[in-house]
């Protein structure tokens, strides 16, 4: 009777609240999104895989920490690459009306940078930390990395620079010929007062 008791007590004290949340809120398609090794490195969480912010970490990825580290091991050294970070749920996943928010978009980073983690490019969208409103549920942020032709330089176009929300990353990824992405990941997080 005590043995049983303990392995109860013990089963309750390992079971992860991250995990419980990863199971309610990573619906299949979610995770299926994260491809291609993609590394995305904050100071106190390292995100490999599709996953949903501990939280205890929720204030500090919205309040303190900048830019992440990006690294893709695989990057080719001699090609140039373009990162986008996009939120698809803005204001919220049930009511997207400001869909695919731009939070960062760097382009013309070099792969041996990219292969270290160091992403060094023309900024065109200044990074924007990942701030949900209150009482609108987890929002996926989204990394997706492309590889550039050589003949391009993406930019953004004067409407594009005038509004965040709303944007449309395919047009954008159509007019420079970036094809599909070679590598995304993303990690979803909720209002840390929720």
Known sequence: MLVAF???????????????????????SDVRFCKGGLEVMYPELDIRECMVVPAELREKISKEWGPPRVRLADAKQKKTYTLMMVDPDAPSRKNPTRSRWRHWLVTDIKGRGLKKGQIKGTVLSEYGRPTPPRQTGFHRYQF??????????????PDEKTSLGNWDPKAFV???RLGPPVAALQFLTQNHRD
């Open 6 to 28: 303990v392995v109860v007590i013990f089963a309750c004290a390992v079971e992860s609240p991250v995990g419980a949340a990863s199971a309610e809120t990573l619906s299949p």
């Open 174 to 176: 159509k007019r420079f």
């Open 144 to 157: 997706l990395l492309y590889e550039q032709p050589k003949d391009q330089t993406p930019s953004l176009s």
